[in-house]
């Protein structure tokens, strides 16, 4: 099973409480938790692009780095493991993607993918001018297609003319040509989302309802978009975000689960169901509509808290769900949770014993 880790470009991770690790992302942060994930042979780093936090007393999200900037800097510093940055297709136009991810695919020697965003928060866009219009929702996967196949084509052969309903190109050009065909990543769990994913990613993430210690939270997703993948003849991977919160024993871990509970940030939580309800089109397995639904849970994705011996156990687990190619965890605290993760957990896991033998 593949692992990689979502390294926290954003303020404080992904737990939305006040009472969790409070930080400020910085390149060094970000660099100390990516070469100590390469030491312990993650497969890939990736960084979301988040333009406006929710507020509350946590400041959630409110400070944030830019993906591709960060991504081109961690690509000069490592070497083996592979890097995706996202973009926010809304703020920037194909061929500039394009082009930006080629120049950090050179940096990278071919380590680096691009994971597409349309966007599910207005706030984020319309603070620069940049929000389309609520039907924005309904086409917004006809846009991203269009936007794949400029990007997919200055790739392949150096240039697009497209003439689409979205983006026109005009013998747009692009050289030097990456050293592959740098991958698309999307984390689409509407149908809309999964059938685009099933056509042009390399991989998708699925995420389940975010029960506690349930290894087959993802399963369904999962089984989603393998049919669909293979209805569209592709091998699109599922991966599954996973937050792991660990400590020496199952009660040392669930009480610090609690405690960050009991911290919850209802404020920012609100903020963000407030802007999920803006698309009116949402249907409840999208993003927007699942996080429409959530209550007072600081996190949306699986979660698996226990010893290191149970997370491990439940990381096998997962292993076994036909189709799932891999997960990416967050934690808690990140340059602990790698640590433990490559000192103590990995060590345990059957799915990653290749690795461990290879150490
Ligand atoms: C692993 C992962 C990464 C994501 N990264 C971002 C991101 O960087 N920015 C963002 O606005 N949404 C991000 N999202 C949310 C969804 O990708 C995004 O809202 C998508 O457009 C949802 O499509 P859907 O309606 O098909 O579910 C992410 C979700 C997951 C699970």
């Known amino acids: 099973m593949e692992i990689g880790v979502f390294i926290p470009i954003g ?34 780093a990736l960084s979301m ?11 959630f999200w409110d400070d944030n780095l830019e993906s591709f900037t960060l991504m081109a800097g961690l690509a000069s510093i490592t070497s083996r493991i592979e890097l995706m940055a996202t973009v926010a297709v809304l703020t920037l136009p ?18 680096f993918g691009v994971n597409l ?15 389309p219009g609520e039907e924005h929702y309904k086409y917004r996967y006809d846009l991203l297609t269009e936007y794949a196949t400029v990007m997919q084509e200055l790739w392949a052969t150096g240039r697009s003319d497209l003439k689409g309903k979205y983006y026109t190109m005009n013998d747009c050009r692009l050289g030097p040509l990456p050293s592959r065909q740098i991958p698309l990543i999307c984390a689409g769990t509407s149908d809309s989302g999964i059938a685009f994913a099933s056509k042009f990613c390399a991989y998708n993430f699925c995420s389940g309802v975010g029960q506690v210690n349930d290894p087959r939270d993802c399963a369904d997703a999962v089984t989603r978009l393998k049919a669909q993948s293979a209805a569209a003849g592709t091998d699109t991977k599922a991966l ?15 009480a610090k689960w609690e405690h960050y509970l009991a911290g919850a940030d209802h404020e920012a939580i609100e903020w963000s169901r407030a802007q999920a309800s803006g698309d009116k089109f949402a249907a409840d397995n999208s993003t927007a509509g699942r996080i429409r639904r959530r209550t007072g849970v600081p996190f949306g994705g699986s979660r698996l808290i226990g010893s290191y011996a149970t997370v491990a156990r439940l990381l096998d687990e997962m292993a076994e769900i036909e189709g799932l190619a891999g997960v990416m965890l967050t934690f808690d605290d990140f340059v602990i949770g790698v640590e433990q993760f490559g000192q103590r957990i990995q060590p345990l896991m059957r799915s990653r014993a290749k690795l461990a033998a290879a150490a």
């Open 94 to 111: 194909p061929a500039l993607c394009a082009r930006m991810a080629m120049t950090i695919d050179s940096i990278s020697h071919g380590r």
């Open 11 to 44: 303020n404080n991770g992904w737990l939305i409480s006040t009472t969790s690790p409070q930080y400020t992302p910085s390149f060094d942060l970000n660099k100390e938790i990516v070469l100590r994930a390469e030491k312990y042979g993650f497969d890939f």
């Open 49 to 59: 692009i988040k333009l406006r936090g929710f507020g509350g007393p946590s400041r």
């Open 117 to 131: 965003v349309t966007g599910w928060q207005k706030a984020e866009y319309d603070q620069m001018g940049l929000w």
């Open 240 to 254: 599954a975000l996973t937050m792991i919160i660990a400590d020496e024993t199952d009660a040392a871990a669930m």
